[in-house]
């Protein structure tokens, strides 16, 4: 494995948070005796049978990296963007926006992987954080192909191919339940070359909103969240239960029940390049702190 790091102010990344606030289930956790530190957590994420590992002390993220894999450190967390740069942009937009983003330092957009990004999503409808991973997982541990490197094995998500081998039947019998159908409805329309996953990366926005819900159990806000998460359009605005309790709290001049054109009226507000951040500020901020509200 090669090793080293790269130097990144702690208010540009916060390790920790961004990888744990909800937005990808495609970075495990270890605490065991290889992957864990006496300032924290390891963190892991494999592609194509290669391993990262990183984890972060002060102002250096650290890395143990296979076949290059240290070099998709910059593209996964958008590090040629300058997170300070895009808060003050979205500083003194509103005061509630302003506490969240005072209150959560280095939180970053990731740029995952595109396939396992959609399934992680296809999984959420009406399930807590914790549950979406353990179906992820359960996927990975029973379709994914395991990497192993110096002895250690690490769970690898199953490609387009090798979940399609998966029934409905056995998807349910994973836990994943009636979200089973829309996984396997997804992944046929992705082999029988309907959707491009591809071809959306392409796309502009709108165009790629309108393309992604054609899959089988993708609506606007799952559409949102892939795109946003997995595609890097930055002008989604994905809006779940706690996002419009945000709406409707602090911006209820802005709240329309159309979902898109509660989402063009944050875009005007916030700006196209930065309506991504700001949502994902607004809804760390809403689930931390005004849960009980």
């Known amino acids: 494995m090669i090793e080293g790091y790269i130097e990144v102010p702690a208010e540009e990344l916060d390790l920790g948070t961004t990888l744990e606030v909800g937005q990808t289930f495609s970075w495990y956790k270890k605490k065991d005796g290889n992957l864990y530190t006496s300032d924290g957590e390891k963190y892991y994420t494999t592609s194509e049978g290669e391993l990262l590992v990183i984890w972060q002390e002060n102002d250096k993220i650290h890395y143990k990296a296979t076949g290059g894999m240290e070099n998709q450190i910059n593209k996964r967390f958008r590090l040629d963007e300058s997170l300070v ?109 309907e959707v491009s996953l591809e071809e959306i990366k392409d796309m502009d926005y709108r165009e790629a909103h309108d393309e992604i819900k054609k899959l089988y159990g993708v609506g606007d806000k799952v559409a949102d969240c892939v795109l946003l998460f997995g595609a890097g359009k930055l002008e989604a605005f994905p809006v779940d239960t706690w996002i419009k309790k945000a709406v409707k709290k602090h911006y209820p001049e802005m709240y329309d029940k159309n979902y898109r054109k509660l989402g063009d009226n944050f875009r005007d507000f916030f700006g196209e390049k930065y309506t991504g951040y700001a949502q994902e500020y607004l809804f760390h901020y809403m689930r931390n702190h005004e849960s009980s509200e």
Not at 153 to 160: D, G, I, K, R, S
């Open 85 to 193: 740069n895009i808060k003050k942009r979205l500083k003194g937009k509103d005061k509630f926006l302003d506490r969240a983003l005072e209150t959560y330092e280095g939180l970053r957009i990731l740029n995952d992987d595109f396939f396992p990004c959609l399934i992680s999503y296809l999984c959420s409808p009406q399930m807590r954080i914790p549950r979406i991973k353990n179906m992820f997982n359960s996927l990975a541990e029973r379709y994914g192909t395991k990497v192993q490197v110096n002895g250690k094995t690490y769970l690898q998500f199953p490609t387009v191919d090798q979940l399609s081998e998966a029934s409905e039947e056995e998807l349910r019998d994973l836990g994943i339940g009636y979200r089973a159908k829309y996984i396997v409805e997804t992944v046929e329309q992705l082999m029988n070359g």
